[in-house]
């Protein structure tokens, strides 16, 4: 991607020590490697490299993980696999299945920490929507997630481990067509593990889906959107606010990251990528929904190529919230088509079994207001920081 020093996307660069690394003289954990780390790391055991595509064929062609089975390895190399690599992924603890069709699974993620996927079937596609992280910081007001503080996040092994848990359980002709990071956590808070995670997704020696069947949503980290482009995979930003001040209120990011600042990273996005991008928009009774919000909507993104998914709000408990009732749903929606809007109304799938957009989590409390303090943001360069602070100082200025 074309992102240089001027541009809204540039990289920035920091340090990460919240991303949980392996213990030394344990054996790796296969699913945490690309095959060139595999290479890299098999070499350094005094065992010959082309061995990985080997390995990579039998995990992820064959689905066959005992070293037993893998023919092709010389005899002395299979009993030396065990102490090397291992194929453990994360346990699943509960596999549950909505009328519709929808099913969520609850991984164990060890420590007695968790997380859900959620594989959602329609007409043509069957789509795994996949979690990020334990926790989330961002506590964004109408998601049940928003609700637990940042745990821990996920290491590379733990996502793609969901997806390949989900993959073994299909019923025989099913697979999983589409990704989107959409799940617990956000994604672009845990970068490294998320994007080495797409990288064994697209790629032909890993499971081998079109980078275009991956989407990642974001609830906008400006500094970390490049990354999306670069890896070449469709972007979706959660917008949930028609203008800065509803924003602000139900997503806390808003106040570090304003829907100008949000808008212009968009529109980079798309002159880099050429790919549409998708806008999440939760409709929140009484507070997201009504006909002047639409048209507010329509112009914020109106120099945005986009299509624009809206979502109404999926209840938990204790979420203060309340979902707009059909006609002021189907009103808002009328709206936005006469706007001339590309626009979704999206279907909400496995409510009966709380697996609906927003509602994943497993604990109890929420963070009323966005905490970094343990966050990956908080690592950013001094430069950085001073800017954002900058920023945010004027913004509150202008309140
Ligand atoms: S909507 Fe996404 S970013 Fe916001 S709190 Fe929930 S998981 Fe985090």
Same mark, same amino acid.
Not at 23 to 41: G, H, I, M, R
Not at 129 to 156: D, Y
Not at 164 to 171: E, G, I, K, S, Y
């Given at each position: 991607m074309e992102a240089n020093a001027g541009s809204i996307l540039a990289p920035v660069n920091y340090s990460d020590d919240n991303v949980a690394k392996p213990l030394e003289n344990q054996p790796v954990n296969f699913?945490?490697? #690309?095959?060139?780390?595999l290479k890299a790391y098999i070499k350094s055991?005094?065992?010959?490299?082309?061995?990985?595509?080997?390995?990579?064929?039998?995990?992820?062609?064959?689905?066959?993980?005992?070293?037993?089975?893998m023919t092709n390895l010389s005899k002395e190399f299979r009993q030396d696999l065990p102490a090397i690599l291992s194929f453990e992924l994360p346990p699943v603890l509960q596999h549950l299945k909505s009328v519709d069709g929808t099913q969520k699974f609850l991984f164990d993620m060890k420590d007695g920490m968790s997380v859900e996927a959620v594989v959602i079937p329609s007409e043509?596609?069957?789509?795994?929507?996949?979690?990020?992280?334990?926790?989330? $910081?961002?506590?964004?007001?109408?998601?049940?997630?928003?609700?637990?503080?940042?745990?821990?996040?996920?290491?590379?092994?733990?996502i793609v481990g969901q997806f390949m848990q989900v993959h073994d359980r299909?019923?025989?002709?099913?697979?999983?067509?589409?990704?989107?990071?959409?799940?617990?956590?956000?994604?672009?808070?845990?970068?490294?593990?998320v994007f080495k995670t797409i990288d064994v997704?697209?790629?032909?020696?890993?499971? $081998?889906?079109?980078?275009?069947?991956?989407?990642?949503? #974001?609830?906008?980290?400006v500094p970390e959107m490049w990354r999306v482009a670069d890896a070449k995979v469709r972007l979706a930003v959660s917008l949930n606010g028609p203008n800065d001040e509803i924003r602000s209120q139900?997503?806390?990011? $808003?106040?570090?990251?304003?829907?100008?600042?949000?808008?212009?990273?968009?529109?980079?996005?798309?002159?880099?990528?050429?790919?549409?991008?998708?806008f999440e928009y939760v409709l929140l009774k009484g507070i997201t929904d009504q006909l002047e919000h639409a048209r507010q909507l329509v112009k914020l993104v109106k120099d945005v190529p986009c299509k624009i998914n809206i979502i109404p709000f999926n209840e938990h408990p204790g979420s203060g919230y309340e979902r707009p009732d059909d006609d002021t749903i189907q009103a808002f929606h009328t709206e936005l088509m006469n706007l001339g809007a590309h626009v979704l109304l999206r279907r909400s799938?496995?409510?009966?079994?709380f697996a609906a957009c927003g509602q994943l989590t497993t604990v109890k409390e929420r963070p009323q207001t966005m905490d970094i303090s343990n966050s990956r943001l908080a690592g950013l360069p001094k430069y950085k920081r001073e800017l954002l602070a900058a920023q945010e100082a004027e913004q509150n200025n202008q309140q």
């Amino acid at each position: 991607m074309e992102a240089n020093a001027g541009s809204i996307l540039a990289p920035v660069n920091y340090s990460d020590d919240n991303v949980a690394k392996p213990l030394e003289n344990q054996p790796v954990n296969f699913y945490s490697l #690309t095959l060139e780390d595999l290479k890299a790391y098999i070499k350094s055991k005094g065992k010959e490299q082309f061995r990985a595509q080997q390995i990579f064929k039998w995990v992820y062609e064959q689905r066959v993980t005992d070293p037993e089975q893998m023919t092709n390895l010389s005899k002395e190399f299979r009993q030396d696999l065990p102490a090397i690599l291992s194929f453990e992924l994360p346990p699943v603890l509960q596999h549950l299945k909505s009328v519709d069709g929808t099913q969520k699974f609850l991984f164990d993620m060890k420590d007695g920490m968790s997380v859900e996927a959620v594989v959602i079937p329609s007409e043509d596609r069957l789509t795994l929507c996949i979690s990020s992280e334990v926790g989330c $910081n961002m506590a964004c007001k109408f998601c049940f997630t928003g609700k637990q503080k940042l745990k821990r996040r996920l290491r590379t092994e733990d996502i793609v481990g969901q997806f390949m848990q989900v993959h073994d359980r299909l019923a025989e002709g099913q697979r999983i067509t589409n990704i989107v990071f959409m799940g617990m956590g956000e994604p672009l808070d845990n970068p490294e593990a998320v994007f080495k995670t797409i990288d064994v997704i697209h790629s032909p020696w890993g499971i $081998n889906l079109s980078r275009k069947k991956i989407t990642v949503s #974001t609830s906008g980290i400006v500094p970390e959107m490049w990354r999306v482009a670069d890896a070449k995979v469709r972007l979706a930003v959660s917008l949930n606010g028609p203008n800065d001040e509803i924003r602000s209120q139900v997503m806390p990011i $808003n106040k570090r990251w304003d829907t100008k600042t949000l808008l212009e990273a968009c529109k980079e996005h798309y002159r880099v990528s050429k790919d549409k991008i998708t806008f999440e928009y939760v409709l929140l009774k009484g507070i997201t929904d009504q006909l002047e919000h639409a048209r507010q909507l329509v112009k914020l993104v109106k120099d945005v190529p986009c299509k624009i998914n809206i979502i109404p709000f999926n209840e938990h408990p204790g979420s203060g919230y309340e979902r707009p009732d059909d006609d002021t749903i189907q009103a808002f929606h009328t709206e936005l088509m006469n706007l001339g809007a590309h626009v979704l109304l999206r279907r909400s799938m496995g409510r009966d079994i709380f697996a609906a957009c927003g509602q994943l989590t497993t604990v109890k409390e929420r963070p009323q207001t966005m905490d970094i303090s343990n966050s990956r943001l908080a690592g950013l360069p001094k430069y950085k920081r001073e800017l954002l602070a900058a920023q945010e100082a004027e913004q509150n200025n202008q309140q």
